[in-house]
């Protein structure tokens, strides 16, 4: 730790609410946080709190509240929505994750160190890490809060009040285990490995403890935060219960997930970041003016064993191993510190750095996700041409390759829910999983997420349909209009009976005015395996 007991101004309270304040910067422009998934959750809290105004939603949906560990943005949507309006409160909402990611990690930081080392900063832009990117909104804020809640349980470790604690966090992580199922867990990682260092540093008789008596002194003093167990058997125990975990040891995913642990818009900007991380990671191993806090150090092999172990499904849930990637390199990159021997010019040397770094990442960020938002304002400009209850079907092209620029637009119909009560065909439906599931039976495999995806062929290993399938095999009675977003070239045959209303570019919204299907011969290679080309005669 750093001789003197004067602040350097990256330690000083005005600094960390600077940084705080500037967490939020990428996301005060955008109407809607440019997010993968967030506007299909959209979606759900318009049926959520409006499902009863709208009979035909009754039709679609069906709604059911329920105690599952994955509620944290569906509740605070309940009485915010109603006094800021629905997207405002998203956005508020969204808003606050970064914000609070910046503030737990400052906080552990200086909590287990004394003081924020300027390493810390290097570990700030991971607020806008690829989980976050993607829209795991619950799981974002379940983190964030987790980070600040970890803090809170050594500060009090630190005073002394370790009985007000035990008391403190009983409602605590049930609260976080109601947001997110993974929040509580990575809380409970945190807490034990930090357990196990105070009580192995604890002195008896001049002696210290001994690491496996400190393992079970560790896990009596984690046991406030085992009530969550009970909760978790009770949810994943009841027969609607769906979703398999599998994917295990997947090593090629589990490298990509963290190299692109930053990722975004530009790759080269995203790998140069990442690789800025493990420069900082690698300083601590190899220069001997910095070392790791053995408290952070053990929250970091433990949480790595962790990713390691993880399955990429985990109750029908995707990319759970990648959800934890960031994390695991934003407490090791905490838990550097510097030795008595770095300079107090070294030392600021490399905050300066580190505040270059944020800044850099900062104004990357805040222009892709300006960029984001003109896409989203030209190609929800289609939403005025829908009818408010239109039965739509939103058809959103990608590629079979994972392209580094992932569009934000895959769950745009999430938004005519939101806006125009139609229906989207991008809603998640996994009983037991959350709070919505699809009950539109006329739409058939249209119905929910993944139908909305389509691509140009058919992709090995995935559910897409090429969008000469979906066109030709969409059952017209069950829809009103179709919503082509960023769609492959395909043949005019296709779209017989289809009639343009509103055109941007190559999006293009068709109002169904045939609903007979069309007389097209499909190339075998777009089929799965089993079905055999089929001339689609008029029905």
């Known amino acids: 730790m750093m001789q003197g007991h004067k602040l350097h101004w990256w330690q000083t309270r005005w600094f960390v609410v600077a940084m705080v304040i500037a967490a939020v910067i990428p996301l005060l422009w955008p109407d809607i946080p440019p997010l993968v998934d967030l506007p299909g959750h959209m979606g759900r809290y318009r049926v959520q709190l409006d499902g009863a105004a709208y009979p035909w939603l009754a039709e679609w949906y ?3 509240w329920a105690l599952i560990g994955n509620l944290g943005v569906d509740l605070l949507i309940e009485p915010l ?9 998203v956005k508020l909402i969204i808003m606050a994750i970064p914000a609070l990611t910046v503030s737990g990690l400052l906080w552990i930081a200086r909590e287990v160190h004394g003081r924020i080392p300027a390493t810390a900063l290097f570990a700030l ?3 806008y890490s690829y989980p976050f990117q993607f829209g795991f909104v619950n ?9 600040n809640l970890f803090a809170l349980w050594l500060r009090m470790g630190r005073l002394g009040s370790l009985k007000l604690r035990a008391i403190l966090f009983v409602p605590l992580s049930c609260a976080l285990w109601v947001c997110h199922t993974f929040g509580w867990g990575v809380l409970g990682i945190l807490a034990f490995s930090a357990e196990m260092v105070r009580q192995h540093d604890l002195r008896k008789d001049g002696r210290g403890g001994h690491w496996l008596e400190s393992w079970t002194r560790a896990a009596i003093g984690c046991l406030p935060l085992a009530l969550p167990f009970a909760m978790m058997v009770l949810w994943r125990s009841g027969d609607h219960v769906t979703g398999k975990t599998m994917d295990w040891f997947n090593w090629r995913a589990k490298v990509g997930w963290i190299i692109m642990v930053l990722r975004d818009r530009w790759m080269a900007f995203d790998l140069a970041s990442a690789t800025v991380l493990f420069i900082i990671l690698l300083k601590g191993v190899r220069d001997h003016r910095v070392e790791y806090s053995r408290n952070l150090l053990l929250s970091t092999l433990f949480l790595t064993a962790i990713f390691v172990l993880l399955p990429r499904i985990v109750f029908g849930s995707a990319y759970a191993d990648m959800r934890l990637a960031p994390f695991v390199i934003a407490i090791a990159l905490i838990a550097l510190r510097p030795r008595h021997g770095l300079s107090f010019r070294g030392a600021s040397t490399l905050a300066a750095l580190g505040l270059l770094f944020c800044g850099a990442r900062l104004v990357g960020t805040t222009i ?59 809603q998640w439906s996994m009983a037991g999983g959350q709070l919505l599931t699809v009950r539109y039976t006329p739409a058939g495999r249209f119905a929910h997420d993944p139908s909305q995806l389509v691509t140009d062929r058919r992709c090995r290993g995935e559910w897409w349909r090429p969008l000469r399938v979906s066109l030709a095999y969409l059952p017209r009675d069950a829809f009103d209009y179709v919503w082509l977003i960023n769609p492959a070239p395909v043949e005019p045959a296709f779209l017989t009976g289809l009639t343009p209303i509103w055109r941007s570019g190559r999006d293009v919204l068709y109002r169904i005015d045939d609903r007979r299907r069309p007389d097209v011969t499909l190339d075998p290679d777009l089929l799965p395996p089993r079905r055999r080309p089929v001339s689609l005669l008029p029905s």
Do not use: K
């Not at 799981?139 to 980070?147: K, V």
């Not at 009818?387 to 939103?394: D, E, H, N, Q, V």
């Open 81 to 89: 929505a109603p006094i800021l309006g629905l997207e405002l409160a």
């Open 125 to 127: 832009p991971l607020a």
């Open 139 to 147: 799981f974002a804020l379940s983190m964030a809060l987790a980070l």
């Open 368 to 426: 892709s996700y300006l960029q984001f938002d003109r896409e989203y304002d030209r190609t929800l400009a289609a939403l005025d041409h829908v009818p408010r209850g239109a039965r739509l079907l939103t058809m959103v092209g990608r590629t079979c390759r994972d392209e580094w620029l992932y569009s934000r637009l895959e769950h745009a119909a999430g938004i005519a829910l939101e806006r125009r009560i139609a229906y989207a065909n991008d």
């Open 62 to 64: 069906d709604f059911r």
